[in-house]
């Protein structure tokens, strides 16, 4: 029975591309997968003839013997040579790839894309550092000195895990890939190499230092720049400076995640600052003014109006926090907190007592008592209809 046209059969133009055929290859693989019809043998052999045309097709070296000379290329004999598309992979190779691009599989059986997936693999582990800064840093920004316990690169062997002199081999079994692939069935298994876990490499003699891993437990000294107006739970990322590698592999990255301590004065929300300020009855009855202290330690003065009552708020524009990775500044909020005396003397209770014998305490010299007690007339009032 002759065969199929390879591009019929994935149902492609001579002239498609790389991407237009592995395309119709897939749609082809995923409707015909044994998985997918169990028992059907129609659709067995649909699928490993498919599984054929593409890894043909998807080869350029292949598609070029192909187009010239047909599927006499791949016969005992023919240009293609013995087994033509690669017997020993059977049909499992073309899907292998698809696999591998769907699900993330490690490619083993392509030298280049197995070693970047082992050296991935090796990469040291990213670290995380909690450091507590004050608001004053945060503020101004600052440049601060951590020691950090972790792995670093061995320098007896310069990380790579053999003995100075020597150096890892090859791997034997997988040839380097970290990855065996082995026939199972009308699948194509791939799995890590049990001679070299996955490394390619072996080595004959391991470092004493550092017993073959390439890396060392010590602890770091880091120079970290916290810039102006971080906040909290800020994270700052230095690069590769977190645990080494395995044997030369990438280093991890280091996290500071910055915490900004309570002030004993201050409170922030976002760029602005809050601070509330006490101030004597008297100056909020007859007015004055006050010092209040800015964050970045300079000194504002406030105008305090006749009759200020408690909780009243002044706004201090471009007195609050540093905006990172900018040069303005947010607001300051004073409220104040009208004081009542304690411990008068007996002049002074003279005068309060003269003060409100005079009518100081009626409802017109304080508005807020006014307005009180003017809805519990009206409550009252109400309850009785």
Known sequence: MAKQDFYELLGVSKGADGDEIKKAYRKLAMKHHPDRNPDDKVAEQKFKDSNEAYEVLKDEEKRAAYDRFGHAAFEQGGPGGPGGFGGGEGFGGGFADIFEEMFGGG????G???RGGQEQSNRGSDLRFNMD???EDAFNGKSS???VPSSVSCDSCSGSGATKGSK???????GGHGRIRS?????????TCPSCHGQGQVIKEPCRNCSGSGRVHKEKTLSVNIPAGVEEGTRIRLSGEGEAGLRGAPAGDLYIFLSVKSHRIFQREGANIYVNVPVP???????GSVEVPAVDGSRARINIPTGTQSGQQFRLRGKGMSVLRSTSRGDMFVELSVETPVNLTNKQKELMEEFRSEGGDKNKHSPQSDGFFS???????????
């Open 107 to 110: 490619g083993g059986g392509g």
């Open 112 to 114: 280049g894309r197995g």
């Open 133 to 135: 800064i004050t608001l």
């Open 145 to 147: 000195e951590i020691r």
């Open 168 to 174: 890892p081999v090859s791997c034997a079994t997988c």
């Open 183 to 191: 026939q199972q069935g009308f699948f194509t298994v791939e799995r």
């Open 281 to 287: 009855m008297t100056t909020a009855a007859l007015g």
């Open 375 to 385: 809805k519990v007339k009206e409550l009252w009032e109400d309850l009785k209809d």
